[in-house]
Structure formats: C-alpha cells, structure tokens
C-alpha cells in the first residue's frame, strides 16, 4: 500500500534551517509529483510547492521562494524539504503528499496520500 | 492568484442533520480541479471531492459536490459522527491554494 512516512518533530531557532525528508513505498517513487503543505496552529493549510521525482523539476509559491528547496533521492524514494531562514512564524506541520492517480506524471495538486506531518517548532 | 474564501467559518448541526458548506474563488476556477478534504485534529487532511463533483475512491454518496465558476458547494446530506470535522476547499491548477475551511461541529 501507499505510504508516505516523513522524519521526527524538529526544534529549530530564529534563523536557523530546517530540512525535513518524507520517504515513499508502495508506488515507483518517480511516476508522481510530491508537493509539499503546511499548516500553522490551529491554521488552514497552504500550499508551498512541488518536486518532480523523476528530473528533479521544482515549483514553489512565491511566498517561499528563495526560502525553501526541495530535492529528492531516488535511490532511497525520499523527497526532503528545507526552509531556510526560520522565524517564528514558520511554526507549523509540514506534509508531503502525493499526487492522486489521475495525475500520474503531472502537477496538478490534487493529494490522494498524505505523510503523517512533521511539527517544526521555531523558538528562541 | 486564487483566493478561496469558504462560509461559514463554523457550521453547527445535529447528527442526522444536512450540511451545506461554501466555496467562493476571486476568478474563475475550472470545475475540473476543485477539490474538497476533510481533516480532522491530529490527522492529515483525507481527500473527499475532486473535479467539484467526483467522490474519491471509499467516499459515501451522503458526500456530494457541485458548483461552477466562482461558487462551489460541498453537502453532506445527513451527518454522521464520524463527519464532524473541518472541511476545506481547494483548487489545484496552477499556483494551487486552499480556503481558509469551514469547521462543521456538533451542535
């Protein structure tokens, strides 16, 4: 079955980077983009961006451009996420997810699997 | 940029009850990539809806979706337990975004 496990909570200070990785099973890791969703204390959740597996493309929103990366590793079928520059505010969860079927090999955000979240904690 | 702005922010009902919750897009959003999830607390969100009216795979058929252009809607037909929860609105074109969710509590 589809799985999506991503990496342990993370403490991080004001400043500081933070690189989260979300590791994928059940499917060829390289057929569906992983895009990438947080979600603030009691917050909605927004879109940051997406990484194509299979050549590495990425597209972030705007408002993490120039913060965030996203990279993968094939040989292990692990995306990884890292914001950079942290400040208080980035405090959230943060998801990987997978595209949904329908979308195999596409952009398109429709999430059908979902990691179990990553809590990112940024304190001084 | 879409901005999704979902109504009301909090819907309160009885089990058994019917639930119809909003979803408003600044421009027009193709039906073909509105989605809705749910989520509940502690959990990641689960897909429900796409393409404004298609149910996911293991969706019940209380859950249906409909709209086009700038208004879109989610009705759960009769609320079961399990369906308390919050529910959010999304469009997943190009530069994808969510609505800030409507929170469906029990009344």
């Known amino acids: 079955q589809v799985q999506l496990v991503q990496s342990g909570a993370e403490v991080e200070k004001p400043g500081a980077s933070v690189k989260v990785s979300c590791k994928a099973s059940?499917?060829?890791?390289?057929?569906?983009?992983i895009h990438w969703v947080r979600q603030a204390p009691g917050q909605g959740l927004e879109w940051m961006g997406w990484?194509?597996?299979?050549?590495?493309?990425?597209n972030y929103a705007q408002r993490f451009q120039g913060r965030v990366t996203m990279t993968r590793d094939t040989s292990i079928s692990t995306a990884y996420m890292e914001l950079s520059r942290l400040r208080s505010d980035d405090t959230a969860v943060y998801y990987c997810?997978?595209?949904?079927?329908?979308?195999?090999?596409?952009?398109?955000?429709?999430?059908?699997?979902w990691g179990q979240g990553t809590l990112v904690t940024v304190s001084s | 940029e879409i901005v999704l702005t979902q109504s009301p922010g909090t819907l309160s009902l009885s089990p058994g009850e019917r639930a119809t919750l909003s979803c408003r897009a600044s421009q027009s959003v193709s039906s073909t990539y509105l989605a809705w999830y749910q989520q509940k607390p502690g959990q990641a969100p689960r897909l429900l809806i796409y393409?404004?009216?298609s149910r996911a795979t293991g969706i019940p058929d209380r859950f249906s979706g409909s709209g086009s252009g700038t208004d879109f809607t989610l009705t759960i037909s009769r609320l079961e337990p399990e369906d308390f929860a919050v529910y959010y609105c999304?469009?997943?074109?190009?530069?994808?975004?969510f609505g800030g969710g409507t929170k469906v509590e029990i009344k």
């Open positions: 393409g404004a009216s």
């Open positions: 059940g499917y060829t890791f390289t057929d569906y983009y």
């Open positions: 997810a997978r595209v949904h079927y329908y979308y195999s090999g596409a952009y398109y955000a429709l999430l059908d699997y």
């Open positions: 999304q469009q997943y074109g190009s530069s994808p975004a």
């Open positions: 990484i194509n597996p299979n050549s590495g493309g990425t």
